[in-house]
């Protein structure tokens, strides 16, 4: 009788540890790093250039000129302000 407990725990063993290969095989989501304060200045400094490209929107937006690096930088997280200033 002890021996069929142990088959079964034996068995139980070996099914978890192939669900576990099996888990281990899978395309998993790696960790991405997050953008670092710069990259996020510069990926908001080019949807800026973008929309200035569009005359009629960036008309309407703003009546004078404006310093695209400024506007970029103004509408970044805190976070980000913080990292780049210091």
């Known amino acids: 009788m002890k021996s069929r407990s142990k088959a079964s725990r034996i068995e ?5 540890l192939e669900e576990l290969e099996d888990s281990l095989t899978e395309d998993l989501p ?4 997050p953008a670092s304060a710069q ?3 510069e990926a908001e400094l080019e949807d800026w250039k973008e929309a200035s ?11 004078r000129n404006v310093d695209l690096e400024a506007l970029a930088f103004y ?7 913080y990292r780049l200033l210091n």
Not at 30 to 33: A, F, I, K, M, N
């Open 12 to 16: 139980g063993i070996e099914d978890r």
């Open 30 to 33: 790696l960790y991405e790093t």
């Open 39 to 41: 990259q996020m200045f």
């Open 53 to 63: 490209s569009d005359r009629a929107f960036f008309k309407a937006f703003a009546k």
């Open 75 to 81: 509408c970044l997280p805190k976070a980000a302000k």
